[in-house]
């Protein structure tokens, strides 16, 4: 964002700086000590799989506000919505 004026410095994609692995510094991991044996024999789990877990829940209402039609099982796919129209 261009401070002066409020607006994006770059008007397009073509002009747009994508981070590569060069311009990532020093990665730190830190495990807490308390293992959760319920996610896998390890006992770890990725802090990716924690701020993911309301996207399956977002699509699903998502379907549901664009179609009226509610589908409450993984993956949603297009015969399930069909399938539930027509009931």
């Keep these: 964002m261009d401070a002066r004026y409020g607006r994006y410095t770059n008007a397009n994609l073509a002009e747009y700086h994508v981070p590569v692995n060069a311009d990532i510094g020093t990665l730190n991991i ?3 000590q308390k293992p959760d044996p319920h996610i896998n024999p390890l006992g770890a789990r990725g802090i990716g799989e924690i701020g993911i877990t309301g ?23 297009l015969d399930k919505v069909l399938s539930r129209t027509m009931v």
């Design 30 to 32: 830190s495990f807490v």
């Design 55 to 77: 996207v399956a829940g977002a699509q699903g209402n998502a379907v549901y506000h664009a179609t009226g039609v509610r589908v409450c099982d993984l993956p949603v796919t």
